[in-house]
């Protein structure tokens, strides 16, 4: 068996080389998604340094949201009633300030891993300072700052070097004066911190002189930290919350894990799209390959080889195969978990501070699947092949065996009730989920992972579509190309199984990619239909990514030809009353707000919301209509929200809607409400009436990333919040397309040079090396048109199938009319270009070297 294996090798060496780069290309694909999704673990759990590791005791003011470790609290505490008192060694005021930071070059420097960017005082006692000056001094006057290594880096900054610092109220310029690590980390948990004089912090908080949000505090010696909490909880009473240090510290590691295991999972659905197509692919491919040897395994059968040592040759070679191709594989992985991971940069989560993975589970994982998919596409062939007797083997070398479609039928009806796992949770979700972008977007991964499960149904049922297909194609290639059409014909309808194993590799990379098309696309339609309805200010002022600061309204309203200039700034509160109802068995789910800023008085001016909400009054509050209906309110009622100031009671004025999603999506406050529940809320953009846009972009010119853009390019930039990430979707799925190509191009390319035998005698008989052409381009008309067809009717039904479950006017299952006709242009370029070579080859083989061929 190992002499024969040998000789297969060297005889078979181009149509293993195609097999061999199809799986390395394959298990590169699966290598490099499970690395993307592991670096992405690693960048979230793995920062898991904290700024209160010397701290002992946190004295907070007022209360904190129990939902974010990371949130201010929203009281205020003084320093001198905690620093002094018995046990108390030192103690330090503490403030945090949400910022965005960009360097000389003017583009915004992202934290790491979705984190935030937060404005801290320097510490300038040792006993509690976690800050280590790796480069330069402690910031110490006005104007200074020390930024940890992650800014550093990523800005490609040093000491001396300048920073815009984009506060909630104001932009400033500051000079950096120090870099700094948090034991040992470029970053904290929370993400990047900007370290200023403590008076220069406190300000920017607009905390009064002597008061701050918390008071980290050092036990005195002999004094433990559990003791100093107790003490100090009971003697500055209720208007504090006093925590260990190290409870907080132990929840901010909980907290990074469990995040790091979310973002891992969601990567990991994305990834499953990638790691499908691969296995698909090598399935596809490998089993090909073995099919095209059955007459020589038979023939071992004839001469004496048993039917387990045909299996176990099979099995050896993809074996042999399998190893190979996992080592190239594993080669190939990190380039592309590199490429993934710069598309991620690109839409705001950097994980680029955790470095490549090398555990087992990053390299054993890829490889074993690698194994375990030649093995499992070898299995099934190497069974039939061990069955087969000479004589049938020596008609099976032009033919398929149609005898056996029950089979095949129940095992397309096994994998598509497989689908159901996925589709049946999805509907039951849709039917007990309130309706809302977290749930459209949930329905969306799971329902697609029901359709590639689907995409597997129709690879098995294909070859029962080719002899109608190939009966439509060879009766235009009779009218077009004679006697050649009808040849073509024939082989068409003879071997089903090879054309619809180029069309089933067709057909996946076709599905994944025109259904993300006609979603993406029918999304963007929606967005600028409904962001034009309601925008009705001319220009936008805004900038790349970060928030703004309050001072570009001022500055743009003084603008000739200005009539209106107002904020929206917006901000996050809790549902605190009425409570959250909960959904059966399990803990409600609070329920929060995105609030919306905006003057009352330009409203009108600058947006058409749908309903009839009156302008709202300070204390006064409006929903949209879908979340009036979550919340379970009437107008009129009084409502509690929690905000960055702590609980605060709001009366809701009424209901209204914002069908575009993007300006005011839940709920609408006037500034005078917003102060209150929030006065560092970010502002998002600057809407504008009136004014030239040349003027407008010159008032803001010495603002870094800030930019004037009219209506619709504004509703664009916009609706590219609710889209984010997708980048990297886009990389996967074209990594994925490319893969399917590849497969099917391997796959056309192997089933022409399977052919060279009957080419040749064609010759011999008087075909012409055009007429072969002509053959091999007719069947190539077959694999388009099946794959396109079966390609494009899973996009559409997926995308229908979205539509039913979701809801959502936003995804429309009917494509542009030039969608298809690109698709299938597309389609056809590829198939066509890779018959070429191999139709050129094997018309021009010799015939008596034909006959040597199998």
Sequence with gaps: MWLIARRSFSEGWVRLIATLLAAVFSIGLIAGSLQFALRAQAAVSGIDASEYKRADVLVQGGQTDPHDLYAAPDGRVRLDRVAGRPGVEAATGDAMVDLAVAGDDGKPIVAPAGGRTLLRPWVADARLNPYTLVSGRAPAAEGEVAVVRHIAKAGELRTGSGLTLMLPRESRRAKIVGIVTVQGLDAVAGGDLVLAPPETVRNAAALPAGTWQSVWVKAAPGVSATRLRAELARDLGKSVSVRTAASLRDAQARDMESAGVSIGGAIGMLASVAIFVGLFVVANTFGTLVRQRTRRLALLGAIGATPRQIKRLIRFEALVLGIVGAAGGLAVGYPVSAVLTRLFAKDGFDISAANAQFGWIALAVPAAAGILVTQLAAWRAARVAARISPMEALRTASTDDTKRRWPRLLGA??????????????????????????????????????????????????????????????????????????????????????????????????????????????????????????????????????????????????????????????????????????????????????????????????????????????????????????????????????????????????????????????????????????????????????????????????????????????????????????????????????????????????????????????????????????????????????????????????????????????????????????????????????????????????????????
């Design 413 to 854: 009806l096994g994998v598509f009730a497989c689908a159901w796992m996925f589709y049946g949770p999805a509907f039951l979700i849709a039917h007990e989920e309130p309706p809302g972008m977290e749930r459209t977007i949930g329905l969306v991964a799971i329902l697609l992972m029901g359709s590639m499960v689907t995409v597997a149904a129709l690879a098995v049922l294909a070859p029962f579509f080719v002899g109608p297909l190939g009966g439509l194609v060879g009766r235009a290639g009779m009218l077009i190309s004679g006697e050649a059409g009808r040849l073509a014909r024939a082989t068409i309808t003879r071997s089903p199984r090879r054309v619809s194993s180029a069309a089933s590799s067709l057909m996946l990379g076709l599905a994944l990619a025109a259904a993300t098309a006609m979603v993406m696309l029918s999304v963007q339609d929606r967005f600028d239909e409904a962001g034009r309805q309601v925008m009705k200010a001319d220009h936008a002022v805004t900038a790349d990514g970060v928030p703004l600061s309050r001072d570009v309204a001022g500055r743009v309203a003084a603008v000739p030809g200005v009539s209106h200039a107002t904020s929206l700034s917006q901000t996050d509160a809790e549902l605190v009353s009425p409570g959250p109802r909960a959904i059966g068995p399990e803990d409600p789910i609070p329920l929060f707000l995105m609030i919306t800023g905006v003057d009352q008085a330009a409203l009108p001016s600058v947006l058409d919301l749908g309903g009839s909400l009156r302008a709202l009054e300070p204390g006064e509050i409006g929903l949209s209509s879908a979340t009036m209906a979550a919340a379970g309110v009437e107008p009129g009622r009084k409502i509690v929200v929690r905000g960055a100031r702590g609980r605060v009671t709001l009366t809701v004025a009424g209901a209204y809607h914002d069908p575009s999603h993007v300006f005011a999506d839940q709920a609408l406050v006037a500034p005078a409400t917003m102060e209150r529940l929030d006065p560092t809320a970010p502002t998002q953009a600057v809407l504008v009436r009136g004014g030239d846009q040349a003027a407008l972009a010159k008032a803001v010119s010495g603002l870094p990333g800030v930019q004037v853009l009219d209506r619709a390019a504004y509703v664009k930039l916009a609706a590219g919040t609710f889209t984010n990430g997708l980048t990297v979707v886009y990389g996967f799925i074209g990594m994925a397309l490319l893969l399917s190509l590849f497969g099917m191009a391997t796959t056309v390319s192997m089933g022409v040079s399977e052919r060279t035998r009957e080419f040749g005698l064609l010759g011999a008989v008087g075909a012409t090396v055009a007429q072969l052409r002509s053959i091999v381009r007719w069947e190539a008309a077959t694999v388009v048109l099946l794959g396109t067809l079966m390609g494009l009717g899973t996009a559409i039904g997926t995308v229908a199938l979205l539509r039913v479950a979701t809801g959502s006017t936003f995804l429309d299952p009917v494509p542009p009319w030039w969608l298809p006709l690109l698709v299938t242009a597309g389609a056809a370029v590829v198939t066509l270009a890779t018959t070429a070579f191999p139709a050129r080859r094997a018309a021009g083989v010799p015939v008596l070297e034909a006959t040597k061929a199998e």
